[in-house]
């Protein structure tokens, strides 16, 4: 397996973590928004943030849109916030 591939399926699970696992599947996103080292995969963890219905996750993409040492990740923490209704900047 490719570092490349690793990182896809990275960016396959925070998707589902997001979509489908609910308290659990926020805990995992929060870990990897602060702990992956891959900026893209980061980036896919803003918008797996976007997808979860979990109160916690707005507050991590909030964290991200500020500390996210990546701008693209900041970005995409930012662009994915626009589109939440429940925003609260």
């Known amino acids: 397996m ?4 690793r990182e896809g399926l990275r960016r396959q699970a ?13 805990t995992v996103l929060q870990h990897m928004a602060k702990t ?5 995969v980061r980036a896919h963890v803003a918008f797996a943030l976007s997808v979860s219905h979990e109160a916690g996750a707005l507050d991590e993409m909030i964290r991200m849109a500020h500390d996210d ?3 693209h990740v900041r970005g995409q923490a930012l ?4 589109k939440k209704p ?4």
């Open 79 to 82: 662009f994915w916030l626009r």
């Open 86 to 89: 429940e925003r609260k900047l």
């Open 36 to 40: 992956d080292p891959s900026s893209d």
């Open 2 to 5: 490719t570092p490349e591939q």
């Open 14 to 26: 925070a998707f589902w973590m997001g979509a489908a696992r609910g308290s659990a599947g926020l």
């Open 69 to 71: 040492t990546s701008s």
